[in-house]
């Protein structure tokens, strides 16, 4: 089955799920999509995770608890959110090659650095043999993708990354990854009674905002 793959470098969750890869079934092919997730935030006129005090707390603790758990080498950088733009344009730059966009990953969430640092990103894009990588990520091809995905993610529906696409199924967090493999295994789990009742509830009441 075709996947379509909508994540950004901020979310350590993103990273996490991209350890998982190979717990997908044979023959899967995946299309990997970065996207820049504050902008499908705003779309969505919502805050993230890290712009609630509390829950950005709990979120990080959380995180960690899940990396432990899986057994998922996980450091957070020293400040976060951090901007992501750079490193989301350089995974578009070499063609979100998915050794590649690994690199970026565990450079963020293994070593715990942050890659809008000037040292630090140019560490990244020697260790990954990039030459002339601010006139690479400049190109306006680069940029138009980027906000090209971003508007992927939005006719799909998606409204936080990581999420799987499979066709009109949406399958969010690093925490879904087994109810997508199961699905990869049987694409009926989504479609019994109970799965079709409850995918078209109503609400029985609307709260003001």
Same mark, same amino acid.
């Given at each position: 089955?075709?996947?379509?793959?909508?994540?950004?470098?901020?979310?350590?969750?993103?990273?996490?799920?991209?350890?998982?890869?190979?717990?997908?079934? $044979?023959?899967?092919?995946?299309?990997?999509?970065?996207?820049?997730?504050?902008?499908?935030?705003?779309?969505?006129?919502?805050r993230?995770?890290?712009?609630?005090?509390?829950?950005?707390?709990?979120?990080?603790k959380?995180?960690?608890?899940?990396?432990?758990?899986?057994?998922?080498?996980?450091?957070?950088?020293?400040?976060?959110?951090?901007?992501?733009v750079?490193?989301?344009?350089?995974?578009?730059a070499?063609?979100?090659?998915?050794?590649?966009?690994?690199?970026?990953?565990r450079?963020?969430?293994?070593?715990g650095?942050?890659?809008?640092?000037?040292?630090?990103?140019?560490?990244?894009?020697? $260790?990954?043999?990039v030459?002339?990588?601010?006139?690479?990520? $400049?190109?306006?091809?680069?940029?138009?993708?980027?906000?090209?995905?971003?508007?992927?993610?939005k006719?799909?529906?998606?409204f936080?990354?990581?999420?799987?696409a499979?066709?009109?199924?949406l399958?969010?967090?690093?925490?879904?990854?087994? !109810?997508?493999?199961?699905?990869?295994?049987? $694409?009926?789990?989504?479609?019994?009674?109970? !799965?079709?009742?409850?995918?078209?509830?109503?609400?029985?009441?609307?709260?003001?905002?």
């Open positions: 089955m075709k996947l379509d793959w909508y994540f950004d470098f901020v979310s350590p969750f993103s990273y996490l799920q991209l350890e998982r890869f190979d717990r997908l079934p $044979a023959g899967t092919e995946v299309t990997l999509k970065p996207i820049l997730f504050g902008a499908l935030l705003k779309h969505l006129n919502q993230g995770p890290a712009e609630i005090p509390h829950k950005r707390e709990f979120t990080y959380h995180v960690q608890w899940q990396a432990d758990q899986a057994g998922i080498p996980l450091r957070f950088p020293p400040a976060h959110p951090f901007n992501p750079r490193a989301l344009r350089l995974a578009i070499l063609g979100n090659d998915i050794g590649a966009v690994r690199a970026i990953f450079f963020i969430w293994q070593q650095r942050l890659p809008d640092e000037p040292e630090n990103w140019q560490a990244l894009t020697k $260790a990954l043999g030459h002339d990588a601010e006139g690479r990520i $400049a190109q306006q091809s680069v940029k138009d993708r980027l906000r090209q995905n971003g508007e992927d993610a006719a799909a529906g998606v936080g990354v990581p999420t799987f499979a066709g009109n199924d399958f969010w967090g690093f925490d879904a990854t087994p !109810m997508l493999i199961a699905y990869l295994n049987d $694409a009926g789990v989504l479609n019994t009674d109970e !799965m079709l009742r409850i995918s078209q509830l109503p609400a029985a009441v609307e709260r003001k905002v």
